[in-house]
């Protein structure tokens, strides 16, 4: 079997795919640290050890995301909005947007029915949307961020949040504790407010069927549930969403080596 690694080296997180053959799912690895920490290393290592393979046995590496020029193991690379257009066209084939809730960015991607990437929006200016403002509310509420879909589920009532920028939104969640207000209530705020935000970047696209999610924010159910909402769409959704960016820079390090038969 030919075995092929995609590392996704993101602003907060660092995630590996090894693929079989380009289309088996092997093993996965996710190390908390991005581009500029030991993540990418130690990430590269857990994926081998999942798959009980050495290094010398992949025939290629391929690095993407934010991190993906600094990675020692590889000078394969590939830019984010390709990968994840590949992944999630590998797990959902009928995927026609893409939705990518990363540490600090939001992206929305629009694919033909081939596959390829016709047109995207993305914010990566402000953190209000992303990942990060949800980390930062985590931290004033003194919660995991895994937390945060349970405590909305217990919700009986949303705390809307209404400031969008994320400074001033932790001081409006600080005053709303100080006033006695129930922690559910609030975080199922902060999700729909998360929701909205990118919601806003998706309608600036021509929102097509079938859509699917991806990245780390992926994983909150509140939030996945309130931009259905918001869009009034279903949104597809598998446990591994914060690999597919990974997933697809693993079936391009496959393509490469298909294409030039030498180990990469
Ligand atoms: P990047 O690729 O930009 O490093 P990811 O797509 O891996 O980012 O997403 C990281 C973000 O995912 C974190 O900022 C965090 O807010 C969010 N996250 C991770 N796990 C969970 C979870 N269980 N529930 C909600 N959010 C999560």
């Given at each position: 079997m030919i075995y092929t690694l995609g590392i996704d080296i993101g602003s907060t997180t660092t995630k590996c795919v090894i693929l079989g053959d380009g289309n088996k799912y092997i093993a996965d690895s996710l190390v908390i640290g991005g581009a500029g920490t030991k993540a990418p290393d130690e990430a590269f290592k857990l994926a081998l050890k999942e798959a009980s393979?050495?290094?010398?046995?992949?025939?290629a590496v391929l690095a993407t995301g934010y991190?993906?020029?600094?990675?020692?193991?590889?000078?394969l690379q590939m830019s984010e909005l390709s990968c994840h257009a590949r992944g999630a066209y590998h797990v959902y084939?009928?995927?026609?947007t893409i939705i990518d809730i990363g540490g600090q960015d939001a992206k929305v991607i629009n694919l033909s029915?081939?596959?390829?990437?016709a047109n995207f929006v993305m914010n990566d200016?402000?953190?209000?949307?992303?990942?990060r403002f949800l980390d930062v509310m985590a931290g004033v509420l003194q919660l995991?961020?895994?937390d945060f879909e349970m405590e909305a589920d217990k919700a009986d009532k949303s705390i809307r949040i209404?400031?969008?920028?994320t400074v001033f939104a932790e001081s409006e969640v600080i005053s709303q504790l100080a006033k006695g207000e129930n922690i559910s209530n609030i975080v199922k705020g902060i999700c729909e407010s998360v929701a909205t935000r990118v919601s806003y970047l998706a309608k600036?696209?021509?929102?097509?069927?079938s859509i699917c999610i991806s990245g780390?924010?992926?994983?909150n159910g509140a939030v996945r549930k309130a931009l259905e909402n918001e869009l009034g769409r279903k949104i597809k959704y598998s446990q591994k969403s914060q690999f597919l960016g990974a997933l697809g820079a693993a079936s391009y390090a496959f393509e490469k080596f298909e294409s030039s038969k030498e180990v990469l």
């Open positions: 393979l050495e290094k010398e046995s992949l025939s991190g993906r020029f600094n990675f020692s193991e590889t000078s084939p009928e995927t026609r029915p081939q596959g390829k990437i200016k402000c953190a209000a949307g992303t990942g995991k961020i895994d209404s400031n969008t920028c600036r696209t021509n929102i097509e069927e780390g924010v992926a994983r």
